[in-house]
């Protein structure tokens, strides 16, 4: 399937990157394994609940993230997240008072089923390998799919981007130098339906100096979420880590003993669910840009490598690499 462009990950960055090269014209496919877009702008739906097991929810700082999230309000994806957020540090506690916070309605993967529409994507399927010949790059899928573009955008974690490229030798020489140290930590996300209501009057809780919380949410809260009390808790890198491999029940138990603790209140658990992220949480080591593209080579890379896992830098990274692809290369 020829394109123009071949995009590897729907994440923010790929999406707001395929977005913004569609409304020039170009021909775009984003390819992700996961059975649909959003990245960790990630939501599970269970039967009869649900839980944003990713991104908790976004914030603003920058004119472009400004711009994008009023129109985002405006489509109805996002909505205005309010209560009382609080911040536990080394057993200190302090309300926070930070910038606005949104939401996708009613769940975070809302805002990325909303900026996929009108789309191309093929999702569910691995990329296995990846080439370039004779001035057009080829992607092969898991399926036995392949494309062909004259251009690619990786938005994948460096180790994954990295095994492809290490899979030709010739690629890897000349792609791989320009790439910055990315650092990666992982994440376990878990999600409890409550027997009985929230009695705890924080809507957010994010930790510093726990050993094992990092950051408590009441589900609930957040607009567009009915139904029983459903809490998500996502663990500290160290915590992580050194558990990757624990028994979910186990680690379910835990977990929200340690809620219990921090919340001094004792809450029976009705089900619960475990998501371990293995990029959650990235630490670019030396990234002087915001994206990279090489343009004699079509290739471009954008999101986590640059910006440190936050959705507001993953939307910067994708529109700066789209604005260099756009004054360099012309559609097909």
Same mark, same amino acid.
């Given at each position: 399937?020829?394109?123009? +462009?071949? +995009?590897?990950?729907?994440?923010?960055?790929?999406?707001?990157?395929?977005?913004?090269?569609?409304?020039?014209?170009?021909?775009?496919?984003?390819?992700?394994?996961?059975?649909?877009?959003?990245?960790? &702008?990630?939501?599970?739906?269970?039967?009869?609940?649900?839980?944003?097991?990713?991104?908790?929810?976004?914030?603003?700082?920058?004119?472009?993230?400004?711009? $994008?999230?009023?129109?985002?309000?405006?489509?109805?994806?996002?909505? %205005?997240?309010?209560?009382?957020? !609080? $911040?536990?540090?080394?057993?200190?506690?302090?309300?926070?008072?930070?910038?606005?916070?949104?939401?996708?309605?009613?769940?975070?993967?809302?805002?990325?089923?909303? &900026?996929? #529409?009108?789309?191309?994507?093929?999702?569910?399927? %691995?990329?296995?390998? +990846?080439?370039?010949?004779?001035?057009?790059?080829? !992607?092969?899928?898991?399926?036995?799919?392949?494309?062909?573009?004259?251009?690619?955008?990786?938005?994948?974690?460096?180790?994954?981007?990295?095994?492809?490229?290490?899979?030709? %030798?010739?690629?890897?020489?000349?792609?791989?130098?320009?790439?910055?140290?990315?650092?990666?930590?992982?994440?376990?996300?878990?999600?409890?339906?409550?027997?009985?209501?929230?009695?705890?009057?924080?809507?957010?809780?994010?930790?510093?100096?726990?050993?094992?919380?990092?950051?408590?949410?009441?589900?609930?809260?957040?607009?567009?979420?009915?139904?029983?009390?459903?809490?998500?808790?996502?663990?500290?890198?160290?915590?992580?880590? =050194? $558990?990757?491999?624990?028994? =979910?029940?186990?680690?379910?138990?835990?977990?929200?003993?340690?809620? #219990?603790?921090?919340?001094?209140?004792?809450?029976?658990?009705?089900?619960?669910?475990? $998501?371990?992220?293995?990029?959650?949480?990235?630490?670019?080591?030396?990234?002087? #840009?915001?994206?990279?593209?090489?343009?004699? &080579?079509?290739?471009?890379?954008?999101?986590?490598?640059?910006?440190?896992? =936050?959705?507001?830098?993953?939307?910067?990274?994708?529109?700066?690499?789209?604005?260099? +692809?756009?004054?360099?290369?012309? %559609?097909?």
């Amino acid at each position: 399937m020829q394109q123009d +462009i071949l +995009i590897l990950g729907a994440g923010m960055a790929g999406l707001i990157a395929a977005r913004q090269l569609q409304s020039t014209g170009y021909r775009v496919t984003l390819l992700d394994k996961a059975r649909g877009p959003g990245g960790r &702008l990630a939501s599970k739906r269970l039967d009869g609940w649900q839980f944003d097991m990713g991104a908790q929810y976004i914030t603003a700082s920058s004119t472009h993230m400004q711009a $994008h999230t009023q129109q985002w309000l405006e489509a109805g994806w996002l909505a %205005p997240w309010q209560g009382e957020f !609080v $911040h536990w540090q080394h057993g200190q506690w302090q309300t926070h008072t930070g910038a606005a916070r949104f939401v996708g309605q009613p769940r975070m993967s809302a805002l990325s089923r909303g &900026l996929s #529409e009108n789309l191309e994507l093929d999702c569910g399927q %691995p990329v296995t390998h +990846i080439c370039r010949q004779e001035g057009i790059w080829q !992607v092969s899928l898991a399926s036995g799919r392949r494309y062909t573009a004259p251009l690619l955008i990786s938005t994948l974690p460096l180790p994954q981007l990295q095994h492809l490229l290490n899979l030709e %030798p010739e690629l890897a020489r000349h792609i791989t130098p320009h790439l910055p140290d990315a650092h990666y930590a992982p994440c376990w996300a878990l999600g409890y339906r409550l027997a009985q209501p929230w009695p705890c009057r924080h809507v957010s809780i994010s930790l510093q100096g726990h050993p094992l919380l990092d950051f408590i949410c009441h589900e609930n809260s957040k607009p567009g979420r009915d139904g029983d009390s459903i809490i998500s808790v996502q663990c500290t890198a160290a915590f992580s880590q =050194k $558990h990757l491999e624990v028994d =979910k029940t186990e680690l379910a138990q835990l977990v929200w003993q340690a809620v #219990e603790e921090i919340t001094g209140q004792h809450m029976p658990v009705a089900e619960h669910y475990a $998501h371990r992220w293995l990029y959650a949480r990235t630490q670019p080591a030396s990234a002087s #840009e915001s994206c990279l593209w090489l343009a004699e &080579l079509g290739f471009g890379a954008a999101g986590d490598i640059f910006t440190a896992g =936050k959705v507001e830098g993953a939307l910067i990274s994708a529109l700066q690499l789209a604005e260099k +692809i756009i004054q360099t290369c012309d %559609p097909v």
